[in-house]
């Protein structure tokens, strides 16, 4: 994420902690992500970001030079009191996915002949817990095109592309083996998330951020006027700066 997009962060924050949580947003975790494969060595392969409902948890990102326990960065408050199991394991999937799916990425070229330059994938990971069961669905796309999708369910899983070698291919990859463990590692971040966010207070007067970050104080009277209802609109347009400011996020849940 640039370092322009961490001062819009901390205001996010503390809007979302005073806002209502969405239909459904406590039983709900979103990644979106990008893999880029380029030839200098040290840099940034991937770039993803974490949220539970339509708040902004995480930052991961893939550094080559960088220890991989480093890469998962929280954004707010909320992010930071997370147990340290949970986003351990959070860290741990994202890691094994991550690099999985870079790894598959010169299979794929193959299979769709690109000249677009570099080679690029994006996706998004969707968690949703439900009565019937959890449901976990990964969309990835190919140099900006859609290239297969996964749905796993207590059903079982079903895997849907329109080049039918892919989807062939792709139903017996270790990608389809990871995405079985997420329901119940999503299920235990979740209640971790719920947990600790029904001991945080409504609204954050003046926050704090990872270290190497810069806070952006937030009065509490502007905090206590933007929450609720009249927040959505703020919520919405910062979190569009962020996300659409992230190096790669051409894919949003």
């Known amino acids: ?34 893999i880029a494969v380029r030839n200098r060595a040290g840099s940034q392969w991937c770039d993803a970001v974490v949220q539970a409902g339509r708040q902004l948890l995480f930052n991961y990102t893939c550094e080559n030079h960088k220890r991989p326990d480093s890469w998962l960065i929280p954004l707010c408050p909320l992010g930071e009191e997370v147990d340290a199991r949970e986003r351990g394991m959070l860290s741990g999937t994202l890691k094994d996915l991550m690099e999985e799916l870079k790894m598959e990425m010169p299979n794929l070229q193959l299979k769709i002949p690109t000249n677009r330059g570099p080679l690029s994938l994006q996706g998004s990971i969707q968690y949703q817990a439900g009565v019937n069961g959890s449901t976990v669905e990964l969309k990835l796309s190919f140099q900006g095109e859609e290239v297969i999708n996964f749905e796993w369910t207590h059903l079982g899983l079903k895997v849907h592309s329109a080049n039918k070698s892919v989807e062939e291919e792709w139903k017996d990859k270790v990608v389809t083996k990871l ?21 945080m207070p409504q609204t954050t007067a003046a926050l704090t951020m990872a270290p190497g970050r810069v806070p952006v104080p937030v009065p509490s009277s502007a905090t206590a006027t ?22 790669f996020m051409p894919v949003l849940c």
């Open 179 to 199: 995405l079985q463990k997420i329901p119940g590692e999503f299920e235990m971040l979740i209640d971790n998330i719920s947990e600790v966010r029904n001991k």
């Open 226 to 247: 933007l929450t609720g209802s009249s927040a959505s609109p703020f919520i919405w347009i910062l979190t569009c700066a962020i996300v659409f400011g992230t190096m």
């Open 1 to 34: 994420m640039p370092s322009f997009a961490l001062f819009f962060v901390p205001v996010l924050c503390a809007l979302q902690q005073g806002a209502p949580v969405a239909a459904g947003g406590s039983h709900s975790l979103c990644i979106n992500f990008t």
